[in-house]
């Protein structure tokens, strides 16, 4: 059995990331969100929050992300969500979907 984390961020604010809310979305969207067995925070208030301490032992800079431990402890992280799906749950997410994601975590790209 494995256990799924869902690291999502906290703005400033105190309020969750515009990112972070629509991955909820959509997982409760898929009946997928009772699958997530941990909700992990990377509170921008607190740069010592588990969330932040996660991503740099995974070398992650982009909220939100996934953890999946299995059984015999073995960790993998996800920092795309399309990713994520597709190797977790078997789904294959919408082309429009996973590059709209691959764009907002890599700013510096351009398609032409």
């Known amino acids: 059995m494995k256990t799924i984390t869902l690291v999502q961020k906290i703005k400033l604010n105190g309020e969750l990331c515009a990112k972070s809310a629509k991955v909820i979305a959509d997982l409760t969207a898929r009946g997928l969100r009772n699958n997530i067995d941990l909700f ?22 982009a909220a939100p992300f996934f953890i999946v431990t299995t059984d015999d402890h073995q960790a993998h992280a996800y920092p795309v969500y399309s990713q994520f799906l ?15 994601e691959i764009m907002a975590q890599n700013s510096d790209m351009y398609f032409i």
């Open 40 to 61: 992990v925070t990377a509170d921008e208030r607190d740069p010592a929050s588990e969330g932040y301490t996660l991503a740099v032992k995974y070398q992650i800079n």
């Open 86 to 100: 597709r190797s977790v749950f078997n789904i294959e997410p919408a082309e429009s979907d996973e590059i709209a």
